[in-house]
């Protein structure tokens, strides 16, 4: 079989399982395989460049971010819905549909509470995905919509055009999943699944909203070029048979009666469905009907949204209790007497961060209001002052970590409170994983489950402690996958680790504000780990480079007893804390000073590669052209950075001239 033969039947192979995992919710092979074939079309398509294609399942990920959106203007307008909020009212909307139509079936859909989007296929092949916008003119976001994988690349049809509605939201699990790592990083929540859906989607780089784990429902086609339908449902089982996921469970109503029993049995199982809903949508199911009704300025009449009202209860607020997060990101909790809401029992609500509290002037003891945030998260919505008896105590965060004892700090600018210990064990695990990685300590074989497995058991309580495993290494060995052989390489890696440079311990340190670049810089003007322990933030701010930020984040973190004991550990086990630079020439710094920046496909590094080689030399990589760019090193398919530099003079090199430069 050659190769263009494989690639066809390796991308029809991929698009058939995306479709069975993602559309149907049924995969007929496990992850490893899928990952298989996914891998061997990348090589593939690495091989021949000229066979890839816009709709070939390696192209969900493609492009550099944007710096803006290109408008869209809308063919065929993308209408917003009237909302209705009672029975009633939805009794004098079938009355106003009879009096202009008479009889009439109507089509009754949940409502998703997400984004509505336009996806546009030419030949059968996606081109074209815009947000609504004001209706009439949106956003051009065809990269982010591409990183959606229940989103077709290509439909089994080769409709000369076919414009689709949809909706993107984001599951409730990916949705809580998505605060937890918000929080964790002291940056702002999302208020609910939608607002979590319209942020991801409007990111410039498309890689950002790959990992927001978006879906999507189409529930309408806006044009149609090669076929025809009478009915709005048709019209669903149309885009079903094309490949598109459409909203599920629709049933066809010919009462108003069976319209407003399906709106009840939707809201009977509202806490069940894996996604978030906020109403139930009813249209007229005949298209030469819709065509009668038509529209006003702002709504179709031959359509309303029936609006759920979001459920609240009132209990008291018991206490205010802190967790420390993984990152060491301190959240207040509060404690609830236990309460009925939205299909569970609430006994904990978040409270997010200090600023929240305040805002909502929150008091340990108050009766409080509280929903869930899009029926996911409980939350405390309101407080109802009137209930105060004086006896209300106002919350403080803890000065300490309530898990290790390290000083509690908040930056200037930002909402959340931090741990600052570098042992915390809270945050150990991630602390660990980071130590050891490659651009740290680089100990190969400890990765994130024998490092899970070693904190179970007992065998590590901190960092410094990986250098005592030795002393373990009998129960090592009995221990399940592991045995003598790992074990032996193992220890042979971290007693090979201990003679890194001092700049890859200070990264490993986890230091926050603090890369790799920025410890090399340290390397470079401090003889050793207790000399930049020892420096005022002045003399830290000397660095080039080096602001307040970066500076007091270095003096308090050696200003912590936990952290000293730590590095006291580290040198008696052995691990260099002294800089080598300028030993016997061996910190060669022929870039220092100098500004590069990677674009397009080296031919024998990764851009990874490229940058440790010029930031090993003191170079530093840039991300965009500018004039104090020094060197542009460009690949192929480089783009509108190469074109940059030629705009402004900046002498650009290819991967021959940078070997010689390196040599």
Not at 286 to 312: D, H
Not at 343 to 352: D, F, P, Y
Not at 599 to 628: M, N, Q
């Amino acid at each position: 079989m050659d190769i263009e033969q494989r690639i066809r039947e390796l991308r029809e192979l991929i698009t058939y399982h995306n479709h069975k995992y993602y559309i149907e919710d049924n995969p007929e092979i496990s992850d490893d395989e899928y990952d298989r074939l996914y891998r061997e079309l990348v090589e593939l398509e690495q091989q021949r460049p000229d066979l890839v294609t816009p709709d070939s399942p390696t192209q969900r990920i493609g492009g550099a971010p944007l710096e803006a959106f290109e408008k869209v203007v809308h063919i065929v307008k993308m209408e917003s819905l009237m909302d209705v909020f009672s029975k009633e009212e939805l009794i004098a909307f079938d009355r106003r549909v009879r009096a202009a139509v008479g009889d009439v079936e109507y089509v009754v859909e949940k409502k998703i509470d997400g984004l509505s989007v336009s996806l546009e296929y030419r030949d059968g092949v996606f081109v074209l995905g815009s947000t609504r916008g004001d209706g009439i003119t949106g956003e051009n976001i065809t990269q982010n919509l591409k990183t959606i994988k229940s989103v077709p690349l290509a439909i089994n049809s080769s409709l000369p055009l076919l414009e689709v509605r949809g909706e993107v939201f984001m599951s409730k699990k990916d949705f809580a999943r998505l605060n937890e790592e918000q929080e964790e990083k002291g940056e702002p929540v999302f208020a609910n699944p939608r607002n979590a859906a319209a942020g991801s989607l409007r990111q410039l780089d498309p890689k950002i909203t790959a990992g927001r784990k978006l879906d999507i429902f189409v529930f309408n086609i806006q044009r149609i070029e090669g076929s025809t339908f009478e009915t709005h449902s048709e019209s669903l089982e149309l885009l079903k048979k094309l490949g598109f996921k459409v909203i599920p469970g629709y049933k066809v109503c010919t009462t108003i009666d069976e319209v407003w029993d399906e709106i009840e049995e939707i809201r009977k199982h509202r806490s069940n469905y894996h996604y978030e809903i906020d109403g139930a949508v009813v249209k007229v199911n005949s298209m030469v009907q819709r065509e009668i009704l038509g529209s006003t300025a702002k709504a179709p009449r031959w359509a309303v949204a029936y609006k759920y009202p979001a459920e609240r209860k009132q209990t008291k607020l018991v206490d205010i209790v802190v967790n420390v997060g993984r990152t060491g990101v301190l959240t207040p909790n509060a404690v609830l007497e236990p309460v009925r809401l939205a299909g569970s029992t609430v006994s904990r609500a978040t409270l997010h961060n200090l600023d929240y509290i305040r805002m909502k002037d929150i008091r340990i003891g108050d009766t409080v209001w509280i929903q869930k945030a899009g029926d996911i998260i409980p939350e405390v919505v309101e407080v109802d002052k009137e209930k105060r008896t004086g006896n209300e105590k106002i919350f403080e965060m803890p000065d300490v970590c309530p898990d290790c004892g390290s000083k509690v700090v908040r930056e200037e600018g930002e909402s959340a409170h931090r741990c600052t210990g570098i042992d915390c064990p809270a945050q150990l695990f991630r602390s660990i994983v980071h130590f050891a990685s490659r651009d740290a300590m680089n100990i190969e074989g400890l990765g994130p489950a024998l490092i899970d497995m070693l904190l179970k058991n007992g065998f590590i309580t901190g960092i410094a402690d990986i250098y005592y495993l030795y002393r373990h290494k009998e129960k090592l060995v009995e221990m399940e996958r592991l045995g003598e052989k790992s074990v032996n390489n193992l220890l042979l890696s971290i007693e090979a680790s201990k003679n890194n440079d001092l700049s890859r311990l200070i990264f490993g340190l986890g230091i926050r504000h603090i890369g790799l670049r920025a410890a090399q810089q340290l390397e470079e003007h401090f003889a050793s780990i207790d000399d930049i322990a020892r420096a005022t933030e002045e003399e830290i701010r000397e660095i080039e480079e080096f602001g307040e930020k970066m500076a007091k984040s270095l003096v308090l973190f050696f200003s912590q007893p936990h952290n000293l004991e730590t590095i006291e550990k580290l040198k008696n086990a052995g691990v260099n804390t002294v800089s080598r630079r300028g030993e016997n020439g061996s910190s060669d710094l022929r870039f220092q000073g100098k500004t590069f920046v990677l674009t397009g496909t080296l031919p024998s590094y990764t851009r990874k590669e490229a940058a440790e080689i010029i930031e090993k030399f003191g170079g530093k990589v840039a991300g965009s052209v500018s004039r104090k760019t020094d060197f542009v090193l460009a690949g192929e398919e480089a783009g509108s950075k190469l074109d940059k530099a030629k705009e402004l003079g900046i002498t650009i090199i290819d991967e021959e001239q940078f070997k010689e430069m390196i040599k």
